[in-house]
């Protein structure tokens, strides 16, 4: 049976329209080889700008990368 693997790092990046920079941020983000056991959480605040499609399209390309809305403001 394998193993799941197991997180042992989380980057957290909170984000307010930030569709433009998001991607360039993510590319430095996992240009680190922080490996298997590293995931990145977009948490975002009520972006107007595309951020979430950004979000979806680097989906794609980078693993264990998770997206959290939060309440605006909070």
């Known amino acids: 049976m394998a193993r799941a693997t197991q997180i042992k790092w989380s980057i957290l990046l909170p984000t307010l329209n930030e569709g433009e920079s998001l991607p360039f941020v993510l590319q430095k983000i996992y240009s680190l080889g922080l490996g298997k ?22 989906s794609r390309k980078y693993p264990r990368l998770f997206w959290i809305e939060a309440p605006k403001g909070k």
């Open 37 to 58: 056991n590293t995931e990145v959480i977009i948490i975002d605040s009520g972006s107007t700008d595309g951020t979430h499609d950004a979000f979806l399209h680097a």
